[in-house]
């Protein structure tokens, strides 16, 4: 079993920045491919971004691109989201998820492991 802790949400200003981040209790998680996903209430929780556990390839939802970006820190046993130019509408609680097959895409199901989310809120 792996126990995914995601850190580093908050409450900033529209434009500001924020540093997510997901570390897996058990294992490491450099033998997991990562997503990043997002809820915001009343709606349902989408893809945000994902990244590869060989290649490093990264995958982005196009209203994040530009903005996020999503790395792995091997020192730390972790993986980042980079989130910049925050918008009110990024508010959300974000989540980790880690896959054990290979090459996941942006469907939750393809993500075998989950956090428990971190709160992120952007004020106007």
């Known amino acids: 079993q792996v126990l995914l802790i995601e850190s580093g949400g908050g409450l900033v200003q529209a434009g500001e920045s924020l540093i997510l981040s997901c570390t897996a209790s058990?294992?490491?998680?450099?033998?997991?491919?990562v997503g990043w996903y997002r809820q915001a209430p009343g709606k349902q929780r989408e893809f945000v971004a994902g990244?590869?556990?060989?290649?490093?390839?990264?995958l982005y939802a196009p209203f994040v691109k530009g903005r996020f970006t999503i790395s792995r820190d091997n020192s730390k046993d972790a993986v980042a989201l980079q989130m910049n130019s925050l918008k009110p509408e990024d508010t959300a609680v974000y989540y980790c998820?880690?896959?054990?097959?290979?090459?996941?895409?942006?469907?939750?199901?393809?993500?075998?492991?989950w956090g428990r989310g971190t709160q992120v809120t952007v004020h106007s």
């Open positions: 998820a880690a896959a054990t097959s290979p090459a996941p895409g942006v469907y939750e199901y393809e993500y075998n492991y």
């Open positions: 990244i590869d556990r060989t290649s490093g390839n990264q």
């Open positions: 058990g294992r490491s998680i450099r033998g997991y491919d």
